[in-house]
């Protein structure tokens, strides 16, 4: 029922027909996939999803090409899946919904050996306005439990433009294919999902989509500081402090 509930909500609160869902979760929540995958599996049986795009998987992969019967391991090749960064326990029910009706799923993150440049890149500074600058590196101290050097924060800052112009080439690319109907659904991270800061911003300020026709879904209340067009309730799996993990990840002294 729960579901029921939420899946009504997403397809008819706010834009009834947006070109772009997408929704913003946190890794370590498997409830927040496993919607997302009933999302995916309802939308593809209305004849209503262009395409999935995924931050877990690089710009330059994709499952177009793969049959409906394809297996999990034909589509973790076809995405050069990483299963260190991304369980595919968790995030192998989105892909597979999609496989299964026929539609494409994209890479659309930033590939590794381009983050390096990114973290380099002094042009990136002056992508986005310094207010949005500022709120990117707030988030990034805060996410990071106050315990980042200060000196790596404007390079962070940097790749998380960058993966966020990534991620918004992909959908442009698949909102511009006529061979497909319907819209395009993305799974990213809820700092990338958010409109003031992440992909949606890129979209709207590239002029790619206006903002009314982009539908930013998050899990869990307000308080966060990211703005979306609507709240979701979500199972809670508990996890380890990520902030003493941190502690203990850094040297001593």
């Known amino acids: 029922m729960r579901f029921s509930l939420f899946l009504t909500a997403v397809l ?11 929704f913003g979760e946190r ?3 498997v409830d927040q996939q496993r919607q997302v995958a009933g999302v995916v599996a309802h939308l593809a049986a209305r004849g209503a999803l262009r395409a999935v795009v995924l931050e877990m998987a ?10 409906p019967d394809a297996g999990d391991d034909a589509a973790r090749k076809a995405l050069a899946w990483t299963d260190s960064g991304w369980p595919w326990v968790q995030y192998g029910p989105v892909v597979m919904a999609a496989v299964r009706a026929g539609v494409p799923v994209w890479g659309g993150n930033l590939p590794r050996p381009a983050m390096r440049a990114a ?25 990071h439990c106050g315990l980042l050097p200060e000196g790596m924060a404007p390079g962070m800052r940097r790749i998380q433009v960058a993966r966020d112009r990534s991620m918004a080439a992909v959908v442009g690319e698949r909102l511009a294919d006529p061979a497909r109907p319907g819209q395009v659904l993305l799974l990213t991270g809820a700092q990338h999902a958010s409109r003031d800061r992440g992909v949606p911003w890129h979209l709207v300020a590239g002029d790619v989509l206006p903002a009314r026709a982009i539908r930013v879904v998050l899990f869990g209340g307000e308080g966060d500081g990211l703005q979306g067009d609507e709240r979701r309730a ?6 380890p402090d990520r902030c003493e993990a941190l502690r203990k990840a850094l040297p001593k002294g």
């Open 12 to 22: 008819m609160a706010g834009c009834a027909s947006p070109q772009l869902t997408v």
């Open 27 to 29: 890794h370590d929540q």
């Open 58 to 67: 690089d710009r330059g992969t994709s499952t177009a090409g793969l049959p």
């Open 119 to 143: 973290m380099d890149d002094t042009s990136l500074d002056t992508a986005v306005p310094p207010d949005l600058a500022d709120r990117l590196t707030a988030a990034i101290r805060d996410g």
């Open 234 to 239: 979500a199972e809670v799996s508990p996890g």
